[in-house]
């Protein structure tokens, strides 16, 4: 006998995975799913359980109501013959009264002795009789042809063969049938629909600018992202979420554009250099006799090298753009910089003042990083000599590069810090430059809540980093003019600045 395994279903694995009861991918919901349809059925249910609990007390009270207002009117004329008959002297055929024609007086065997026109003289309306010790007792009696009657027994005395008087009165349709029932049932309908109704118009009236909203959105794409969702009036939610999707497709449009803007420039920049290598080895191998293998190789190797530092910068850029925030390390920029200059062997000279204790936030190869661009953006431009100062400024740090070479022309002094730009006389002096360093530099001064520019000077190129001291927590950039601090760039160069590192 084969040891099946228990539960197991004929032409399945026993270890396959289980179905999972989940709505397929690409069905549509159903219109429960939109929050107008939710709130249109929680209204109507709340609305509902509400009502009917209204409305079964309502019908309890009613019935109550009802019910004692006929027993105190069957009391009332019970009272009033009771003691007409305990003197004997009760009629025949006994007066009905204008509200209730039911009145019977009945002995200890169950026969009629006396009553009403509207009363049998035969069969009596009830066959309880109250106790020796409680006079006056209500009954509802149901007749065998199915009618009901509310009456009230008055016990003449409390002798064991006393007389019962009774006084009834047919019960009202509105007791005896579920007319009340079906008026409030009918009721509460009309009210939960109503409910229903009015919670559906005016959902949908509060949700109309969130359809209009995502409607637009539907509508932008990649290559239009100049669509903007309509702003409600107001200062509600829906007006503080149109205006923060318009705040952040204003972002994407601007990150979209420059994205564009850096492809294109760096296809065409990487173009150039390619286009040449491919040249260069193409006549190589066209004519070997002509073309020096070893000069070929020469030049491809150098076309290579400045492609790898494009890529490179290209690199740091992308993980600058996409960094998090830096490492709380504490550096002396003073002495940072100080021994990075030392250490800079140059033909050219570079004098420094830099005084420690001046501290900052950040990361040390990256403001090393800056230095290096500036420092040899200033050696390659300059004329005889650089100066470096690091300085109190504000409440935060200036670190200033300067130069006496010919300098920038004031309207191309923030387009030095744009990508793959190189004004003529860099290009001049450094071909192989990637146009990448002002930029790089420009990224890491930002990551570290500090700025980058070109100030005025005499003569030459000056370059400022500005950065916070370290604990000052201002995050918002650059004083109103860095150039108020002292150093050797006060003294000497001061107009322009350069265009870009290597």
């Not at 002995?107 to 109250?130: E, F, I, K």
Request: net charge positive; with cysteine; proline share 7%.
């Amino acid at each position: 006998m084969s040891h099946a395994t228990v539960g197991a279903v004929p032409g399945r694995s026993a270890k396959s995975p289980r179905r999972l009861l989940t709505r397929p991918q690409g069905v549509p919901c159903r219109p429960v799913c939109s929050v107008r349809a939710w709130c249109t059925v929680i209204a109507a249910l709340l609305t509902t359980s509400a009502f009917v609990v209204l409305g079964v007390t309502l019908d309890l009270a009613i019935r109550s109501h009802v019910e004692s207002t006929s027993f105190r009117l069957s009391e009332r004329v019970a009272s009033k013959w009771s003691p007409v008959a305990r003197r004997g002297a009760l009629p025949r055929t006994i007066p009905a009264d204008p509200h209730l024609g039911l009145i019977q007086l009945v002995d200890t065997q169950g026969r009629v002795m006396n009553a009403s026109r509207a009363a049998s003289s035969s069969v009596p309306l009830s066959r309880h009789r109250p106790p020796p010790d409680a006079r006056f007792q209500p009954y509802r009696e149901c007749r065998p042809d199915g009618g009901c009657v509310l009456l009230e027994a008055i016990r003449l005395t409390p002798a064991r063969d006393a007389k019962v008087l009774y006084a009834g009165i047919p019960e009202p349709d509105l007791l005896a049938t579920h007319k009340l029932e079906y008026a409030i049932a009918a009721g509460i309908v009309a009210v939960t629909g109503a409910a229903a109704w009015t919670a559906w118009v005016l959902v949908g009236r509060a949700l109309r600018p969130v359809e209009a909203i995502r409607a637009r959105i539907a509508q932008i794409t990649v290559s239009d992202l100049s669509l903007r969702v309509p702003e409600p009036r107001g200062n509600d939610e829906i007006h503080r979420l149109a205006t923060t999707a318009n705040q952040t497709l204003d972002r994407l449009e601007d990150a979209v554009g420059q994205l564009r803007g850096f492809a294109s420039t760096t296809s065409h920049e990487l173009r150039t250099p390619i286009s040449g290598l491919r040249t260069q080895l193409e006549e190589a191998l066209l004519y070997p006799d002509d073309v020096n293998a070893q000069d070929a190789l020469r030049s491809a190797l150098t076309t290579v090298d400045r492609l790898e530092a494009i890529v490179d910068d290209l690199l740091l850029l992308a993980r600058l753009r996409s960094a998090g925030p830096l490492p709380p390390a504490t550096l002396d920029l003073g002495r940072l910089v100080a021994d990075e200059v030392s250490a800079h062997s140059s033909s050219v000279p570079v004098s420094v003042d830099a005084p420690a204790g001046l501290e900052v936030s950040g990361s040390r190869m990256q403001l090393i990083r800056v230095l290096d661009n500036l420092l040899a953006n200033a050696l390659r431009h300059t004329a005889s000599r650089v100066e470096v100062g690091v300085a109190r400024a504000g409440d935060g740090v200036a670190l200033t590069v300067a130069d006496d070479g010919p300098g920038i022309p004031p309207h191309q002094r923030e387009r030095v810090f744009d990508r793959f730009v190189r004004l003529d006389d860099g290009r001049r002096r450094d071909p192989g430059g990637s146009g990448l360093g002002l930029a790089i530099s420009r990224d890491i001064a930002h990551a570290h809540h500090g700025t980058l520019t070109v100030e005025d000077s005499r003569r030459g190129a000056r370059f400022v980093m500005w950065l916070p001291l370290a604990g000052s927590g201002n995050r918002t950039g650059v004083p109103a003019r860095c150039m108020g601090t002292t150093g050797p760039a006060d003294q000497g160069t001061l107009f322009s600045g350069d265009t870009d590192d290597s």
